[in-house]
């Protein structure tokens, strides 16, 4: 099973800020990986697919890269409504597996 | 629009049997994977078993592997999770979520999810 271990558990930032999400693979995952937002009491919602690819009707604001075993999720200029928890998941093989989540906090 | 309805949630014994359903609608059911995803409460994201748009082929987490059966019936446009010796770790919210076209475990759609509760 592939682990995901996302970093940090927990950003708190001022909106405008940047912030950077890191998800780290236990073996390789090549692109093989989204990223999930989850606002509470709400079902998660896909944010990038293919490690760096928006889903419709994401804002631009958010992008994905990496490859392999480490990715990041960027928020170039935070809103007041990114506030949420983040979860990354892969696809690579069975079973799919989610990262514990990121807490994004604005202050 | 896509709209993915679940059903059947409630609260069971352990050891007892529930059956979830997802009604899908606005989009070709047939022709897109579909997967139960569940979080505990409290806790992050678990994938809990995948069907292919066909029914032929079905993966499990090791987790319920042997105890819950995933399957689909493409003219009714519906989605089934059997769970039978359900535990207390079974305890969660469960989501029926569509993949995106060709891609099928990344999860475009999600229902607004169905509480199942194991308690004695």
């Known amino acids: 099973e592939i682990v995901l271990t996302q970093s940090p558990a927990t950003l708190s930032l001022s909106p405008g800020e940047r912030a950077t999400l890191s998800c780290r693979a236990s073996?390789?995952?090549?692109?093989?990986l989204a990223w999930y937002q989850q606002k509470p009491g709400q079902a998660p919602r896909l944010l990038i697919f293919?490690?760096?690819k928006r889903a419709t009707g994401i804002p631009g604001r958010f992008s994905g890269s990496g490859s392999g075993t480490d990715f990041t999720l960027t928020i170039s200029s935070l809103e007041p409504e990114d506030s949420a928890i983040y979860y990354c998941?892969?696809?690579?093989?069975?079973?799919?597996?989610f990262g514990q989540g990121t807490k994004v906090e604005i202050k | 629009e896509v709209y993915l309805v679940e059903s059947g949630g409630g609260l069971e014994q352990p050891g007892g049997s529930l059956r979830l359903s997802c009604a899908a609608s606005?989009?070709?059911?047939?022709?897109?994977?579909m997967s139960w995803v569940r979080q505990a409460p409290g806790k992050g994201l678990e994938w809990v078993s995948y069907?292919?748009?066909?029914?032929?082929?079905?993966?499990?987490a090791d987790s319920v592997k042997g105890r819950f059966t995933i399957s689909r019936d493409n003219a009714e446009n519906s989605l089934y999770l059997q769970m039978n010796t359900l535990r207390v770790e079974d305890t969660a919210v469960y989501y029926c979520?569509?993949?995106?076209f060709g891609a099928g475990s990344y999860y475009e759609y999600w229902g607004q999810g169905t509480l199942v509760t194991v308690s004695s």
């Open positions: 998941q892969h696809r690579a093989n069975w079973p799919r597996t």
């Open positions: 606005g989009f070709t059911f047939s022709s897109y994977e």
């Open positions: 073996q390789s995952v090549s692109y093989d």
């Open positions: 979520t569509r993949g995106r």
């Open positions: 069907i292919s748009s066909s029914g032929s082929s079905m993966y499990y």
């Open positions: 293919d490690a760096s």
